[in-house]
């Protein structure tokens, strides 16, 4: 328990996988209006949305005009995400958009390939290009992240060698631009991983990288076991993790019939778990809640967080404070 | 993790809990195919029915031609729940109904009250004379349960040390008719409980049960901690737990709006999460899962499970060994 974080940094990725994974386009007032509440709950960085192929995602046609639309707080990133380069200048011509660079590999080849139509070593190599626009645009590079490190629908059983190798290969390539790579993110992507492998993977991943390096998971609750895997982590040191809230967002691999498998872990539901450990989010619980009660709302039917439902336990804990005094 | 139990016992609420809270009465056939189901994945306690008033709820008016219907399967304990006296005996001039005996305590004077119009103490002292009853019929008292162990929406925080009196005056009471009480759990009947707490009340409670108690707990995820808190129990060397399949149930205590806050932790995502760690269960996952969606149909809305609507790693992890053959 000596290694739990005093803090931690969430990254909130509900607005993106909420409203791109939604078959229907809602109003752009809601989801403004969500992005402008998450806003004020005291989550620093929000992701709004991505710019991607229109024709592929229309959900997602109008990225612009949502970040346009956007009154801006002080002191929140609001991050928009791409997939090539195109993507990249879109979002570069966004005012609105606080742009950091990103590392994105595999661990998976097979979901590499079926991704970007190259393996996982390949993607590894290209990062070197992304790199160079990053330097050409003046953008610093925030973080690193592995997909499918805990499992692939595809390939099955992922090797921690792999992961291994990718943490490796982001650190070269950041110290080829004498940097240090400031943030390492393994991702759950298809809901395989547990805690006894999160506490292997946490392990082996710091083993290579630099001391500075912080770690950080973005888990998937596909298969229920999100929050024990983050109780995992954070025993292991781990500061930041990724939450969508309500578990806004879905997993686009598994389902069964019409039902619909659960994607990201619950933004609301990391906080309560985190807080209750004692160990501060910055985040102000109750009006998160309220966020999430308003993403069931525009999203029109029962969204998957627990916590929503419950309300937190602050109004409990005041009623017995009132009957003490 | 050296603390971790090899193999734990899981009773499963599921029917029981389900078809008691939904509004409306289900088919006598689909309620009975679920529980036969269910008795073929392995699960060797299935808590079937509840014998509580007719008029307060009707759900569960038919209880006796519900156990009268279910085809029995050898080695399974088919339980039904009672309140009080009159539950007790309608249970017990039931054929089909496996009996032991249990215990009931509470950790919160105020929700004993809600429940039982006495504070716990009272409620401790009444269990003698269930114990007679017990006695009186020859049946073995299998089990003590300590409700509202973890916190109480009416009493707030509880002190750990009213969960040890309860758990001193248990191990009393079968002293006092020279037996060792077989079983000691704690509910968290409200959802209050987080990781750090399972720890600090096992480890607290440990301290006054006999080395032959075995430890159990009754979970809810009504704030999503629900596996998170089962990963911290394991860890303690607990090996009894309570799970209701797909979720069955809610929670009658917390709701937001048209929302349902979630019941019992989850069967088959429970079972998911030990297999993962490889801790036996005896269950044959994919045959659970199965029973979650059967249970789905016959509800008709989505359950809380996750697992069910992802389905296991057993079809992916098959995928690759047959294609490295």
Redesign the interface.
């Given at each position: 328990m000596s290694d739990r974080p005093k803090k931690v940094f969430i990254r909130e990725e509900g607005p993106r996988e909420g409203f791109q994974i939604e078959p229907q386009i809602f109003p752009l007032e809601d989801r403004v209006r969500l992005v402008e509440a998450l806003a004020e709950t005291g989550l620093t960085h929000i992701q709004v949305a991505s710019f991607v192929s229109p024709k592929r995602v229309p959900q997602m046609a109008d990225s612009e005009a949502f970040f346009a639309a956007l009154r801006k707080k002080p002191g929140v990133h609001y991050s928009g995400l791409w997939l090539n380069e195109a993507g990249f200048h879109r979002a570069r011509a966004c005012p609105n958009v606080d742009l950091s660079g990103r590392i994105s590999l595999y661990a998976s080849d097979a979901f590499a390939r079926q991704n970007n139509g190259c393996g996982a070593e390949e993607m590894l190599e290209r990062q070197y290009a992304w790199m160079d626009l990053y330097d050409q645009f003046g953008i610093e590079v925030e973080a690193a992240m592995v997909m499918a490190a805990f499992?692939c629908?595809r390939?099955?059983?992922i090797a921690p060698a792999k992961v291994v190798r990718m943490a490796k290969g982001a650190v070269e390539l950041c110290a080829s631009r004498g940097k240090i790579l400031p943030k390492f993110y393994l991702a759950d992507t298809m809901?395989?991983g547990?805690?006894?492998?999160v506490r292997r993977l946490v392990g082996a991943v710091r083993e290579v990288l630099p001391d500075e390096t912080l770690l950080g998971l973005h888990l998937h609750?596909?298969?229920?076991?999100g929050?024990?895997n983050?109780?995992?982590a954070l025993e292991m040191g781990v500061s930041l993790f990724d939450g969508s809230v309500a578990g806004l967002g879905g997993?686009p691999f598994?389902?069964?019939?019409d039902?619909?498998?659960?994607g990201n872990v619950?933004t609301e539901?990391l906080v309560?778990?985190c807080e209750?450990?004692?160990i501060e989010t910055g985040v102000d619980l109750d009006a998160l809640i309220d966020c999430a009660?308003l993403a069931?709302r525009i999203i029109g039917r029962?969204l998957n967080?627990?916590?929503?439902?419950?309300?937190?336990?602050n109004a409990?804990?005041a009623?017995?404070?009132e009957?003490a005094q």
């Open positions: 499992g629908n390939e099955g059983p809901g395989w547990n805690p006894d492998q609750d596909t298969r229920g076991l929050l024990a983050v109780l995992a997993c598994a389902g069964h019939g039902s619909r498998a659960a619950c539901d309560f778990l209750e450990l004692g009660r069931e029962p967080g627990r916590l929503m439902k419950a309300g937190s336990l409990y804990r009623i017995v404070q009957a």
